[in-house]
Structure formats: structure tokens, C-alpha cells
């Protein structure tokens, strides 16, 4: 290795001399992993705040906010995340005034696990006395849409420049532990603010995983390249969330009606899209139902009669999360050379029988989501992430979980999806260089521990036994051991 970069690879034996060796003791070394879509310093936050992802019914989330209050000072705010109604016996919330006793008066800001919605308390309320006129607002404390974002940034906006500061490198320094070497930020007006956005690119690579930002601001590619995005994208929303039943479906929800909301035209599309070739930067959205896709396409077709189809296609422009598709959709992916960043985790978690996905949509359709296989075997370009903090960073476990998708149809082999979490991510970003163990190519790896064994050069994910396999598969991950950024280590002990 050599400028950080591979110079040599080969057995043992034909080693040349080198001034250090490191003894790995017959570990496994991959490429490193990227995880293609997180909010860092929401995932910091909820790494050393309150996480609410265990609970079980409104009772336990009371005692959880009411534990974690009482070591917060009198005018702390109780910043929690991940509570999933759909795997509760009894899907009851609690309503403002519950939480904010249990948090003894302080504000209280819960996302679900979506994070598009939350629950919280009055005294949050009281500080956006607007957001009662705001779509999404309900007296009960449970706020979607347009009202989640004010209360939101209301709640957020307590965070001072160093805990945030704190939270991003907490964040980055668990994706390293985990063999992560880069991260896409989905930050936006909506999301994350300039000033946390342009804080968190300026450490990126500084001893921890490079940052690749992606600002989610219609019709701001310029304001993108302002800020030092790679994209005009990530988080601009077409629709909302399945969990929050505001993601844009074609058929109405089965346990409430409607079929969620778009938020975008295919003529904003169109010129979104526009400007982004105007300023020579990447465009994208988050579409998750099929409604919401459909009108994205459309707007790629609107922009590629006037840009043509081979500009359109080479600017790869992005759809975060495209979970309700059809083929004609997947094939609009195809024609304009759409890059599919997705998250595996979404069908461990809620596809299937039994799930939340089944609930909104019925089986059959909740089947059909997350149609990892079938992008992937007809040319799709797919960027694996985590999506975190609404799933954990844990690129083995996202790897298992495009293995052993809900329904074999969609399933990938572990080549093939390894692949997408590593090397489809820095394609993703226009890096194609990256994420390969060759000659020449950036000393960007991870070293394993491999309880469960290898075979053919990457570790073994599942039980031999096929009736042991699925969400609960016993077969033990990978154990990062140390994680190598063009020839310095962000994660482990020692140098190289």
C-alpha cells in the first residue's frame, strides 16, 4: 500500500518486503461497506438519547420518557425515536398531556419509526402555536405531514452547535465500527438544516467515514452545490412514509383509508431535474409508494424530451427507498438510468406476514415491496443503506436481509447484495473506482472476524438448515475488526 492506495495483492508466499506487517491472523478483508442513505446527526442523537424502538404499548413508552426526563435539567427536551405502534398488542398512544406528565412538564419530541410523524407533548405545542392550522395536526399530540416538520424543527432547534457536533461523530464512528467507510447524508430544509448539513461535510474523512451530502430542497441544485453536495436530492419528498400511511400508494390503505399524499408534480419533477443538469449535479427524490414513483417517472420522461434520454441517464440521478413498484416502473429505473438507493432492512422489519406492511396493504402487495430481485436482475443500479436512524446502521444485516427477503422472488445472492451495500454505493456517487480490492484502487477495506465461517470469499449469513432462516436466523454477523479509509484506519487499533 502505498498514497493510500493497493500496490500489491496476493498469497503469503509472494509477498514482497515491506517496512511494517500486520499480523490479521487469518481474518477475512473486504472491500469496506458504504451505507447509502442516513441522517447522522439524528442518528447520534438517538445512539446516546432516548431510544423508544422496544416498546411495546403506550405504557412502556411512558416509563421510558419518564426515566430518561428525570436526568435531564427542568428545561431539557426528550428527544426520542423509534416507536412502532404496529407491533403493539394494543396500538394506543399516549396524547399530550400523558407525556408531558411523565416528563414532568418538558417538552417531548417522539418520532415514529418512520420519521415522519411523532407523538408529543404540550409544552412542545406551546412553543408553535402556528402548527394548528398546519396540515397533519391533531389535538391528540400525534402530528404528520406539514405539522410534523414545525414541531420538528421547533424541537431539533434546542440542539446546540456542540451537541450536534457530538452526535455526528458519535454516528460516524459507530458506521466505522461496523466496516463502514462512507456514508450518503440526506440532509434538507426539512430534515436537517445548513448549518448541521455543512458541519457534518466538514469532518467527513477526518478520522471517520467520508461524507457524501445530499440536500433535499426543490429546485436547489445551485443552493446543492453552494453547500458542498454531491446532489440535489436525498430527502425531497414526493410522498411520505408507509409507517405513517402519508407514503402516495395507487390503492387505498387497508387499516384506515386513503392513499396518502404526493407532494411533488411531475412538472416540478421536470424541473428539478432541469436544474440540476443546468449546474451539472445529480437530482433525486424520496418516492416510496407506487403513486409517488409514477409521478417521478414521469417527470424524468418530461426531462429527458428536452435533456435526452443519454444526458438524463448519465447524470444518475437517484429514488430513495422505491418500495411499491411495478415492472413498468422497474424499467423506467432502466431506461433513465435511475440509481435505486434501498434499504433491505425495511422488509426484515415490516414485510411479510403478520407485519406492519401487511397491515397497510395486505399481503399479496406487501409481498411485492422492496422488489430487491427483480431490480437487480434486470440492470437496476442499487445502492444498499440503512436509512438510520429508522433502522440501525448493520450492513451485514442488511446483506442477510436482501438474502432472505420475505419472498423468494425477490431474494439476491450474497454477491450480489454485498456488492450493492459496498461497491453500488460509491457508483452511486460517481466514484466507480472505488469499492474493490485491486491494484491501484483506494486501500479502502474492513477487516472480519467470521464466527460463522466463509464461503467462496464472503462470510456465511445463513443457517445450513433452511427452517432456521429469516428475521431470526441464528447464524452469528461478521465482527468488524478494523475499517481502512485510503490507508488510515478510522476504526481499530494500530496503523497499517
Known amino acids: 500500500m502505498s498514497d493510500g492506495r493497493i500496490t500489491w495483492l496476493g498469497s503469503d508466499a509472494d509477498a514482497p518486503a515491506a517496512d511494517r506487517v500486520v499480523d490479521l ?4 478483508v473486504t472491500p469496506a461497506f458504504v451505507d447509502a442513505h442516513v441522517h447522522a446527526t439524528d442518528t447520534g442523537l438517538a445512539l446516546s438519547g432516548l431510544d423508544v424502538s422496544g416498546v411495546r404499548s403506550g405504557s412502556e413508552l411512558l416509563a421510558a420518557v419518564a426515566a430518561f426526563a428525570g436526568r435531564l435539567p427542568a428545561d431539557g427536551v426528550v428527544l426520542g425515536h423509534g416507536w412502532d405502534e404496529s407491533t403493539w398488542p394494543v396500538p394506543v398512544l399516549p396524547d399530550v398531556d400523558e407525556l408531558g406528565r411523565a416528563a414532568g412538564g418538558r417538552r417531548v419530541y417522539l418520532s415514529q419509526a418512520s ?41 431539533f432547534g434546542s440542539v446546540g452547535r456542540a451537541q450536534r457536533a457530538a452526535a455526528q461523530r458519535v454516528a460516524l464512528a459507530h458506521a466505522a465500527s461496523l466496516g463502514v467507510a462512507a456514508v450518503h447524508e440526506c440532509g434538507g430544509p426539512e430534515i436537517s438544516g445548513e448549518e448541521d448539513f455543512t458541519g457534518l461535510l466538514a469532518i467527513s474523512g477526518a478520522g471517520v467515514p467520508e461524507v457524501y451530502g445530499y440536500w433535499g430542497e426543490l429546485g436547489g441544485a445551485q443552493r446543492a452545490r453552494e453547500l458542498g453536495a454531491v446532489g440535489a436530492g436525498g430527502d425531497l419528498f414526493a410522498d411520505g412514509a408507509l409507517g405513517a400511511r402519508t407514503a402516495h400508494v395507487s390503492v387505498p390503505y387497508l387499516d384506515e383509508g386513503g392513499c396518502g399524499h404526493g407532494y411533488l408534480s411531475a412538472e416540478q419533477v421536470r424541473e428539478h431535474l432541469v436544474g440540476c443538469a443546468r449546474y451539472g449535479i445529480q437530482g433525486g427524490f424520496h418516492a416510496i409508494g407506487d403513486a409517488a414513483i409514477a409521478t417521478v417517472l414521469e417527470g424524468f420522461a418530461a426531462a429527458a424530451v428536452g435533456l435526452g434520454t443519454d444526458r438524463v441517464r448519465a447524470a444518475r440521478h437517484r429514488v430513495e427507498h422505491a418500495e411499491i413498484m411495478s415492472k413498468r416502473m422497474i424499467a423506467g429505473f432502466v431506461e433513465y438510468g435511475v440509481v435505486a438507493s434501498v434499504q433491505p432492512a425495511f422488509d426484515r422489519l415490516w414485510g411479510g406476514a403478520g407485519r406492519m406492511y401487511e397491515s397497510r396493504l395486505g399481503l399479496d402487495r406487501s409481498l411485492a415491496s422492496n422488489p430487491l430481485g427483480a431490480m437487480h436482475s434486470v440492470g437496476v443500479s442499487l445502492a444498499f443503506g440503512s436509512d438510520s436512524p429508522v433502522t440501525p446502521v448493520d450492513p451485514w444485516g442488511s446483506v442477510r436481509a436482501a438474502v432472505a427477503h420475505h419472498n423468494p422472488a425477490q431474494r439476491m445472492s450474497v454477491r450480489a447484495a454485498f456488492a450493492a451495500h459496498s461497491r453500488g454505493g460509491w457508483r452511486a456517487v460517481c466514484l466507480d473506482g472505488d469499492g474493490v480490492l485491486a491494484l491501484g ?9 467470521t464466527p460463522a465461517g466463509v464461503d467462496r470469499g464472503l462470510p456465511v449469513l445463513q443457517a445450513e438448515d433452511p427452517e432456521a ?10 465482527v468488524c475488526r478494523r475499517t481502512v479509509l485510503r490507508g488510515s484506519v478510522i476504526y481499530g487499533e494500530g496503523g497499517l
Open 25 to 28: 491472523g487469518g481474518a477475512l
Open 115 to 155: 420519521m415522519h410523524s411523532a407523538v408529543v407533548s404540550r409544552a412542545l405545542l406551546a412553543e408553535c402555536p402556528s402548527v394548528v392550522a398546519a396540515v397533519g395536526y391533531d389535538g391528540s399530540g400525534w402530528l404528520r405531514r406539514d405539522a410534523h416538520h414545525v414541531v420538528r424543527a421547533a424541537a
Open 469 to 478: 432462516r429469516g428475521a431470526q436466523d441464528p447464524t452469528p454477523l461478521p
Open 441 to 449: 484502487a483506494p486501500a479502502t477495506f474492513a477487516v472480519w472476524d
